[in-house]
């Protein structure tokens, strides 16, 4: 059974930094993409950065380059994401998601959810 479970969030003030966490079981890690994708109230899901399999290759939304980074450890079979520099328009709750494919970003792609986990920035 696949199990993917995102840690991480908390309240922060802006200008600050946070690093969120994704573990995944129950598949085998390295042989996924991973994305993270946030939804803030009453607004629709969006992808922030997405991952390929080796680590190699990355893509983030124009409104967090610069800010965030993703990476992964296959050894960990864990996700990351250092938000730096965040800003009241980075709350939301973080999702984590991970597809079989070697490299997808599009939420309609992934297959494996987690639970989310939230971020709130106050200015």
């Known amino acids: 059974q696949v199990q993917v479970v995102e ?11 946070l690093r969120l966490s994704c ?15 946030r939804q803030a109230p009453g607004k629709e899901r969006e992808g922030v950065s997405c ?14 380059k ?12 864990t996700l990351y994401l250092q938000m730096n520099s965040l800003k009241p328009e980075d709350t939301a709750m973080y999702f984590c998601a991970a597809d079989v494919r070697p490299f997808v970003c599009s939420a309609t792609e992934y297959t494996y959810w987690g639970q989310g986990t939230q ?5």
């Open 51 to 64: 991952i390929d399999w080796s680590g190699g290759s990355t893509e983030y939304a124009d409104s967090v």
């Open 7 to 17: 840690s991480g969030g908390g309240l922060v003030q802006t200008g600050g930094s």
């Open 23 to 37: 573990t995944a079981s129950g598949l085998t890690f390295d042989d996924y993409a991973m994305g993270w994708f």
């Open 66 to 77: 610069g800010r965030f980074t993703i990476f992964r450890d296959n050894a960990k079979n």
């Open 119 to 123: 971020v709130t920035v106050s200015s």
